[in-house]
């Protein structure tokens, strides 16, 4: 089993463009990227703009006159990614449910007895107790913990912040419990983001300083063997499941992700 | 006819100067001020002051230019400054606003005085009471200056937009006919004043706290704190600088309503009484409706987040007053908050929690379980490495 870590050291293999017929396997499609993207890129507008109101009266003196302008752009643009975000969201339901690619993505994605052994046998691996870590399906329970709160904290936010925005319509009671949980759970979601997201996309040793898949979609045949060994099994196993998940390297693979997967 | 008191040479050498008053007068008088008492003969001096007998710092300078610009800048000093017939001044008594300044008030041409404001103000939350039925600690509440303090805060700007343009040229239409410039120009802003907010919101919210935040004081009157307001989102706005945020006075003394006359919330006539909410909010017919939208439902809510009475009633444990203190905020809580608003303020506190709770262990379970990731990886790295 190839090292992924190790692929950066001095004793890594020769350089990928000697090797003939290289293989990659497709995490992410092109919807799905497209998916990420617009929805990671609401998601920080969002938490910028939201978090804007927790300012410190005196680091907001420094904008002086400017306060104004800034505090209507940010309202406006607060409710654009929201929407935005809604509507990714939205979207998303039905590429579950419509797309054959989404179908299987919900499929792979619901949770299952074996998760939590996989998460058992994982954190004994993490303890050192365990040799080898368990062999993982295209989505570990790691994946499924983070889609699950994102289903739910997604959910969650826009219901209240819908709620804001409406807020005539409503008891001032339901207003105050909507301000304060769209407040607490923005805290959640940004934390869990920053630990748990960022971890995985960026400070994973073999990920630093930032994992491309969310712009390729693909990955390395050694590392889908390496972190998704069971579902690296069944792929080989059934020509249908290659015609999806394997593309191979060819002169139109972005160059960048050559680099970073050597 | 100058008072001479022939016993106290200091005053007989200074009648004697004042009995040279019509010569020095000429060099004394400001271009601006009509000094015809004289008053600036001593009090043109800038370090004339001295520190009293608390050693406060009593400045009795006067910059007459300064003084004819304000809203007083017509009236004589001895108007207000009643007792000063004698020099040095030993009978000075404190200026009383409801002193009739010999000015003729223009629509009843009566002399013109403060005393309506202030048998208003009275009658208000902010008033003293009657001599023979003083509010307890009198000395709290706050007087006549202490919010007219006659600063220059917010002098051409707000609803209008930047109108010192507006002020030039709307004033020089004026000038057309009424040809003298001082008077037209008092006129005028003694017109445009009211039709300015002097302070911007962040003034009027640290002119409230300078009391409403003070623990102690308000516990002595059975009040809180009003900290509660820096939850809401109206501060958030006035945070930011927005003209137009809603401060205190914004739903305390609305559209309809005077400053002078501010009213407990359990009075039919308050603004923030239920019956009147509606209004409030929305401010419809205001230069700014506020929550155009807002129903019974929505603008009876509470504003305010909850503070010390909601946390009270619903048996909490509070920061320590005084006996006597807590009992009187109790006693205004059971009148002021419902049952209702009591089961708000519990579901939002456990709701409260149960997010601490939930956030506190979600994340520390995310960095454990990713920390532990990173230890087993750099175990890895260190192994021999062992090839496909």
């Known amino acids: ?262 | 006819m100058v008072p001479v008191n022939l016993h106290r040479i200091r005053t007989l050498v200074l009648a004697a100067i004042l009995l040279l008053i019509p010569g020095i007068s000429a060099f004394s008088q400001s271009d601006t001020l009509a000094d015809t008492e004289n008053c600036l003969l001593c009090h043109r001096y800038p370090n004339m002051g001295r520190y009293d007998e608390f050693g406060k710092k009593r400045v009795y300078y006067l910059n007459a230019e300064k003084y004819a610009l304000s809203v007083h800048g017509k009236l004589m000093c001895k108007n207000c400054h009643i007792g000063l017939d004698t020099i040095p001044h030993t009978e000075v008594k404190k200026v009383d606003c409801a002193t009739k300044c010999h000015i003729k008030e223009p629509s009843t041409n009566l002399e013109f005085s403060h005393a309506n404001m202030i048998k208003k103000y009275e009658a208000s939350v902010h008033g003293r009471g009657t001599p023979d039925n003083l509010k307890p600690s009198p000395e709290d509440l706050p007087t006549c200056k202490y919010c007219h303090d006659n600063r220059m805060h917010n002098p051409f700007d707000g609803q209008w937009g930047l109108s010192r343009a507006l002020f030039t040229e709307t004033l020089a239409r004026c000038k057309g006919c009424h040809t003298k410039d001082r008077w037209a120009q008092n006129f005028y802003t003694h017109i445009t004043h009211r039709m300015r907010k002097r302070r911007p919101p962040a003034e009027i919210i640290k002119l409230c706290t300078s009391c409403h935040e003070d623990r102690d004081k308000m516990a002595r009157h059975g009040l809180e704190s009003i900290e509660t307001f820096k939850d809401t989102f109206h501060w958030i706005e006035i945070k930011y600088g927005v003209k137009n945020a809603p401060d205190c006075i914004s739903c305390h003394v609305p559209l309809g309503y005077a400053t002078h006359d501010i009213r407990p919330r359990s009075d039919p006539i308050s603004p923030i009484n239920d019956s009147n909410r509606i209004q409030t909010c929305s401010n419809q017919g205001g230069v700014q409706a506020c929550h155009p939208g807002a129903k019974a439902k929505f603008a009876t809510g509470r504003v305010h987040a909850y503070g010390t009475k909601a946390q009270m009633l619903a048996g909490r444990q509070v920061d320590e007053f005084e006996n006597l203190s807590r009992d009187l905020i109790l006693e205004r809580a059971e009148l002021d908050i419902s049952e209702d608003e009591i089961f708000h303020f519990r579901v939002l506190q456990f709701i409260k929690l149960m997010y601490k709770i939930l956030i506190g262990a979600t994340i520390m379970f995310m960095a454990l379980h990713q920390w532990l990731d990173f230890l087993s990886a750099k175990r890895k790295r260190k192994k021999p490495h062992h090839g496909r």
């Open chain 1, 1 to 262: 089993m190839a090292d992924n870590e190790l692929a950066l050291d001095a004793e890594a293999p020769a350089a990928p463009e000697a090797i003939s017929g290289e293989r990659y396997f497709v995490r992410l499609n092109y919807s799905e990227r497209a998916q990420h993207m617009i929805f990671a890129g609401c998601f920080f507008i969002l938490v910028i703009t939201g978090f804007m109101l927790k300012l410190p009266e005196g680091f907001l003196a420094f904008f002086g006159q400017a306060g104004e302008l800034l505090f209507r752009y940010r309202r406006l643009l607060h409710r654009i990614a929201g929407t935005l975000m809604i509507l990714v969201g939205g979207y998303h339901i039905y590429y579950l449910l419509c797309k054959a690619a989404g179908r299987r993505w919900l499929m792979d994605m619901l949770p299952r007895l074996e998760d939590l052994k996989d998460m058992r046998d994982n954190l004994l691996y993490y303890l050192n107790i365990k040799e080898e870590p368990p062999e993982f399906d295209r989505f570990c329970y790691k994946h499924k913990i983070e889609y699950g709160a994102l289903i739910a904290g997604t959910t969650i936010m826009a219901l209240t912040g819908l709620i804001l925005w409406t807020q005539y319509q409503w008891s001032k009671f339901v207003v105050d419990i909507a301000a304060l949980v769209h407040g607490m759970e923005a805290i959640l979601a940004s934390l869990a983001i920053m630990i748990w997201h960022f971890y995985e996309i960026h400070f994973r040793p073999h990920k630093f300083p930032l994992d491309n898949l969310w712009i390729t979609g693909l990955i390395s045949e050694a590392e889908m063997e390496e972190e998704y060994g069971r579902h690296y099994k069944k792929i080989m196993n059934d020509p249908e499941l290659q015609k999806i998940y394997i593309k191979e390297k060819s002169d139109r693979t972005p160059k960048s992700y050559v680099l970073n997967h050597k």
